[in-house]
T-cell receptor
């Protein structure tokens, strides 16, 4: 009963490096989301997808790109990491109901 | 736009004390309302929800009532346990009948610590 799986769980990058965060869900949900969580600010939506092949910007999309090539996967990319992107990143999925979350990726940019 | 305002924390209680965490939302329609809980090192888990006015969501001894007249969805528990120590998030969905695609707007979270 995996639900939403995020990889990796931890990562340290240097400024300017790139990386991709992976999210996979096995609940056949149409909608998927990427959030970042920062102290005192709750969760802020970065990008979301309403189906395979579609993506849309959320509240804080700058510096990130996403892709949804397969229904079960939603990838978040950082092309040139910046210290301001140090955060905990959460992926979630849903379909007309509550969102289901992964356990997060803790990302530090030095 | 949509927003959610939560009671600022942290909240520190003794075991068996009564808990209230206040939450209010902007009222542009009839959104679904949620409480999520986050334990250390984990993702958010749905605690309870309500989808229309006067609905009461409940789970694990926690309750919250959808109050349209006060645009509130306060979380309560009659007797907290040490194991309830976590971060609690209030969230609102889009307006009923709208095309929000399941997006949620979260409050900033309230840290709860329960001491034995």
């Amino acid at each position: 009963n995996a639900g939403v799986t995020q990889t990796p769980k931890f990562r340290v990058l240097k400024t300017g490096q790139s990386m991709t965060l992976l999210c996979a869900q096995d609940m056949n949900h149409e909608y998927m989301y990427w959030y970042r969580q920062d102290p005192g600010m709750g969760l802020r939506l970065i990008h979301y997808s309403v189906g395979e092949g579609t993506t849309a910007k959320g509240e804080v999309p700058d510096g990130y790109n996403v892709s949804r090539l397969k229904k079960q996967n939603f990838l978040l990319g950082l092309e040139s990491a910046a210290p301001s992107q140090t955060s905990v990143y959460f992926c979630a999925s849903s379909y007309k109901g509550a969102q289901h979350f992964g356990d997060g990726t803790r990302l530090s940019i030095l | 736009g949509n927003s959610v305002t939560q009671m600022e924390g942290p909240v520190t209680l003794s075991e068996e004390a009564f808990l209230t965490i206040n939450c209010t939302y902007t009222a542009t329609g009839y959104p679904s309302l949620f409480w999520y809980v986050q334990y250390p090192g984990e993702g958010l888990q749905l605690l309870l929800k309500a989808t229309k006015a006067d609905d009461k969501g409940s789970n694990k001894g926690f309750e919250a009532t959808y109050r349209k007249e006060t645009t509130s969805f306060h979380l309560e528990k009659g007797s907290v346990q040490v194991s309830d120590s976590a971060v609690y998030f209030c969230a609102r969905g889009g307006d009923a009948g709208g095309t929000s695609y399941g997006k949620l707007t979260f409050g900033q979270g309230t840290i709860l610590t329960v001491h034995p």
